[in-house]
């Protein structure tokens, strides 16, 4: 699962735009993650783009759709707005268009969608979609529906077919699972790259300085189901990386208190507080645990940061976002 993304599918459903169309080819969906799969429908959007000497660009929303529709239900996003859309620029999409995702967008009939969005506010030549793209009021927008309104108006139209690993759909799904069972290395290969967070350091009780492991602290966006232990991590602070071990979780040997991402980074003696860091998971090392003395905390914090060290050595041959 670490090789190179899939080519685009010949078997992708294809529609020609019309001689004279110049505007960007238009990627569209929630993109949350931006992993393997929709790695792919924007390496389509990219080729179809390239072929015609136009942009690239990319239709997302904010909130995401399940957000406005349950709210009460809080949705882990893997991508939050910032980080979804430093992916997308990295990937080579030449603008990203946020669109609110509100009672207005959710009412609108499939044609209006299409006239509203695609044609009149982004004069899209081309559309690339996944093959389970749903658009409209009550979902009544379907693949088959985008193609054929787009071929009425003179749009091309590309829906990309699903990507496997192992028989089974890379999805948004599928990450979440994997980052809520601490399985980083399967979740890292769903992506493509490494799963990675951004956030303002803030200050703590300053705990982590008392037993010689003074921490970068971030809350994590609400919702976050990162599970909940020790992880071998990077850190990046003014363009610079630097090698660390992080704790996701309530400190139960302390207080028990809110979700929180504690960051050591390794030879470091310098000032993060009110900065905003990225930083990326490259491997799980344990659960969280009680321990029953600040002692033998300590002393398997040393031995989480030899194990971290070990990973951060080796290779995974992934990309990184920092």
């Not at 232990?229 to 090698?243: E, F, K, S």
Request: glycine content about 12%; proline content about 6%.
């Amino acid at each position: 699962m670490t090789g190179p993304l899939p080519p685009v599918s010949a078997s992708a459903t294809h529609v020609d735009p019309a001689p004279g169309r110049r505007g960007p080819v238009v990627a569209i969906g929630n993109f949350d993650g931006v992993h393997r799969g929709h790695r792919t429908l924007l390496a389509n959007a990219r080729e179809r783009a390239a072929a015609r000497g136009v942009a690239t660009a990319v239709l997302t929303f904010e909130p995401h759709p399940r957000a406005f529709f349950a709210p009460d239900k809080p949705l882990f996003r893997i991508t939050p707005r910032a980080e979804k859309e430093r992916v997308l620029a990295r990937v080579g999409v030449d603008a990203v268009h946020v669109r609110a995702f509100d009672a207005a967008l959710a009412g609108m009939s499939p044609e209006a969608f299409v006239d509203e969005l695609v044609v009149g506010a982004l004069d899209a030549s081309g559309v690339v979609v996944g093959y389970d793209f749903h658009f409209g009021k009550a979902r009544a927008g379907t693949p088959a529906v985008l193609t054929r309104l787009c071929a009425e108006r003179g749009i091309g139209c590309d829906v990309v077919p699903v990507v496997e690993e192992a028989g089974a759909p890379v999805s948004s799904s599928a990450v979440r699972a994997a980052l809520g069972e601490g399985a980083i290395a399967r979740a890292n290969a769903l992506l493509g790259y490494r799963w990675f967070v951004l956030g303002e350091v803030r200050h703590g009780d300053k705990r982590g300085r008392t037993l010689g492991y003074p921490t970068a602290n971030m809350a994590l966006a609400e919702g976050c189901g990162l599970a909940h232990g020790i992880y071998a991590v990077r850190l990046c602070a003014d363009g610079v990386v630097r090698d660390g071990v992080a704790s996701f979780g309530r400190r139960p040997t302390f207080d028990d208190g809110a979700p929180l991402l504690e960051t050591f980074v390794f030879d470091f003696a310098g000032d993060l507080y009110g900065r905003t860091v990225g930083v990326e998971l490259v491997g799980f090392i344990r659960g969280e645990e009680r321990f029953e003395s600040a002692q033998a905390l300590i002393a398997q914090m040393d031995r989480d940061s030899l194990r971290a060290k070990e990973i951060l050595a080796g290779e995974d041959g992934l990309e990184s976002m920092l």
